[in-house]
């Protein structure tokens, strides 16, 4: 489940007309296809993709850029747009209710693991890894996470871990985040990534659900309560350089600075997959090899 319905506020006019993960990246991409990307790379090929704010672009991105996958193997990118399916009276109000509403769509697919993803990080990763940890500690839940500098933390939501890298306390941007034991200038952040087996899931969406006091988000209300009451594990990918562009500025800074494309900033743009992308933004698709998500 790619979580796509975010408006982004912070990209100031970038998203006056289209969702986040919409926004144009690198020339020829759109940010979600670097999530998208992921998961095609990772043999992810079932993925649905929950939107709602000016969601237009991105579903004609979708429809024009994405249509390679094959039905007939059970491959297929299915948008979820928020049609009030539980409550006629609310729209997704949260990223846990984005998934909570589409709970009938996901069980049809009959999946024995759900992978949550957001649609508007930039960043490179094999989520097989993610997947195999999560089943060789029997954790109910695993969430990735990466290093990140102690001033920036406050902007993720912040672990910290014990030796078998369980999850002992979890604060969703903190106002004074935690550092790493022997790293007092690092901190462990939620990259937004999450992975459980679907029952789990299931049951965990619709105790929130139930919760009147709950604000209907992962990061606030789903995962802290995990952490407190069942087995919740951190996997870190302390070598991927992951960027969910908070703010207008990262966006432009790597745009603007070839140098820093060939640098660590960028350092996931390796030789690619062949994917379909869409050339002149929307106008024509092709195939084509190109520098986006691929593994060696």
Not at 39 to 59: D, E, F, P, W
């Amino acid at each position: 489940m790619v979580l796509a319905g975010g408006r982004g506020s912070r990209l100031a006019a970038l998203t006056d007309w289209r969702a986040k993960p919409a926004v144009p990246f690198g020339g020829k991409f759109r940010i979600i296809d670097f999530t998208l990307s992921n998961c095609v790379n990772s043999g992810v090929r079932r993925i649905g993709v929950a939107t709602q704010y000016k969601s237009q672009s991105l579903i004609r991105h979708l429809h024009l850029a994405w249509r390679f996958l094959d039905g007939r193997m059970g491959e297929f990118i299915e948008i979820m747009s928020a049609q009030q399916q539980v409550d006629e009276s609310f729209w997704y109000r949260g990223s846990a209710d984005a998934v909570y509403q589409n709970l009938r769509e996901i069980s049809h697919a009959k999946p024995d693991y759900v992978l949550v993803l957001s649609g508007d990080h930039i960043y490179r990763m094999d989520y097989g890894h993610l997947l195999a940890a999560n089943v060789e500690r029997e954790a109910d839940l695993t969430v990735a996470c990466v290093q990140v500098p102690l001033h920036e933390a406050g902007s993720f939501g912040v672990m910290s871990v014990d030796v078998d890298h369980r999850i002992q306390a979890f604060a969703e941007k903190p106002a004074h985040p935690q550092p790493m034991p022997g790293h007092p200038d690092v901190a462990l952040a939620s990259m937004g990534v999450y992975v459980s087996n679907t029952r789990f899931l299931f049951e965990q969406l619709q105790r929130d659900a139930d919760d009147p006091n709950s604000s209907r988000d992962f990061g606030k209300d789903v995962i802290p309560y995990c952490v407190e009451h069942h087995r919740s594990h951190a996997h870190n990918f302390a070598d991927v350089a992951h960027h969910p562009l908070e703010t207008h500025q990262p966006v432009f800074r790597i745009e603007r600075d070839p140098a820093r494309r060939h640098g660590r900033d960028v350092r996931f743009i390796k030789t690619w997959h062949p994917i379909v992308r869409c050339k002149h933004m929307n106008d024509v698709v092709e195939q084509a090899q190109v520098p986006v998500v691929g593994f060696h």
